[in-house]
């Protein structure tokens, strides 16, 4: 596609993603950090009341805990570990939330030039689906993973390339939708 000399369109959408991006990033990181009780900048009160990071661990340890129960799986459970029955357990660090997948996919879909009933309903289960896909993740590393034995496997690595990927490809499908399907983005 020609770009006509006067749009800027694309250099808006380009800022707006990074300066989005970066917000969403280090806002996380920067709440993680107010929330956490060792911490420098330690606030009790949002630690208390709106700790979304914690609640979304619980989320996930959960949902994955929910689903190998379902499958039959004796499964144990606390705020960061999740640990199967004659399988193995996992621990559910900051980097397991995937916080900063969403953040790049949040600042893609809200900076991109579609309609907000189409971002929103993009965003929404965008999220929902990165998020299932953590939850499989993490009831598959609990089942399969062994720190000893994978030394060399950094499976946060994996699973990131792997989102990235799953991303990209449904991120060119939502793009192009409107070109090929006149009723497609909205």
């Known amino acids: 596609m020609i770009q006509k000399p006067g749009n800027k369109e694309p250099v ?8 989005l991006f970066l917000l969403f990033y280090y806002f996380n990181i920067f709440y993680f950090a107010i929330t956490l009780p060792n911490s420098r900048h ?6 208390t009341h709106f700790d979304y990071i914690n609640g979304l661990r619980w989320v996930l340890i959960k949902s994955s805990a929910g689903i190998l129960k ?16 004659g399988r193995g357990m996992i621990q ?5 939330l995937g916080l900063g997948v969403l953040s790049f996919f949040a600042a893609f879909v809200i900076a991109y030039p579609k309609q ?15 998020e299932f896909l953590n939850v499989i ?14 030394k060399i496997i950094d499976h ?6 792997f989102i990235y990927i799953v991303i990209a490809i449904t991120l060119y499908y939502w793009v192009t939708a409107k070109k090929n399907n006149p009723h497609g983005a909205n």
Not at 42 to 47: E, G, M, S
Not at 137 to 150: S, T
């Open 12 to 19: 808006k959408f380009i800022i707006t993603f990074i300066v």
């Open 42 to 47: 330690y606030n009790a009160f949002l630690a």
């Open 70 to 85: 379902l499958f039959g799986y004796v499964v144990v459970s606390n705020k960061y570990e999740l640990l199967v029955a």
């Open 92 to 96: 559910v660090v900051y980097t397991c």
């Open 116 to 130: 907000m009933k189409a971002r929103l309903t993009f965003l929404f289960a965008g999220i929902f689906c990165i």
């Open 137 to 150: 993740r993490l009831a598959l590393l609990a089942l399969y993973w062994n720190r000893q034995k994978n």
């Open 156 to 161: 946060h690595t994996l699973f990131n390339i």
